[in-house]
């Protein structure tokens, strides 16, 4: 099973691309997880009529995937423009291709309630993109309760364990709803 992770902040010490990460270094056994580059993709625009080497990158990464892991960074209670952007690229193929029909995960550090707010507007998103988000297990991390180590790695237990379980059962939707 080919998963793309996909990160909403382009910072390589992100707590969220430490979620993505862990959940890349722990994938259940016949699952290969990716993690997009979205550090050169520029904004979707219409005008742009030769895709750019990083979009035609991302748009064949989007196209080799099963399923999706979207590390859904919260910026002023919504989803942070780098994911939002990778997604909008990904929606204008042809027939919704690259998107239609695909399971996803969800998982998400900030502060407070760890990303919820924007974890449950990519949850509307992907209903107009006709992604089928996993429910549960959620994983929301705050990013500030020493969760994390400088570098943004996962250090608490707790969440690691709900990642792994978060992952088996992504494995699980994805094989159900492709049936």
Known sequence: MKVLAICGSLREKSTNKGLLRFAQANAPEGMEITIADLSQVPFYNADITEQPAAVKTLLAQFDAADAFIFGATEYNYSI??????AIDWASRAEGNTLLGGKAAAIMG????????RSQYHLRQVCTF????????????????AG?????GNLTDEKIKENIRQQLIA??????????
């Open 80 to 85: 942070a423009p780098a994911l939002k952007n």
């Open 109 to 116: 550090a900030a502060g407070g309630m760890g990303s919820s």
């Open 129 to 144: 993109i006709d992604v089928h988000p996993l429910n549960k297990p959620e994983v929301f991390a705050n990013a500030f």
């Open 147 to 151: 969760t994390f180590d400088a570098d």
């Open 170 to 179: 992504l494995a699980a939707w994805s094989k159900k709803i492709s049936a």
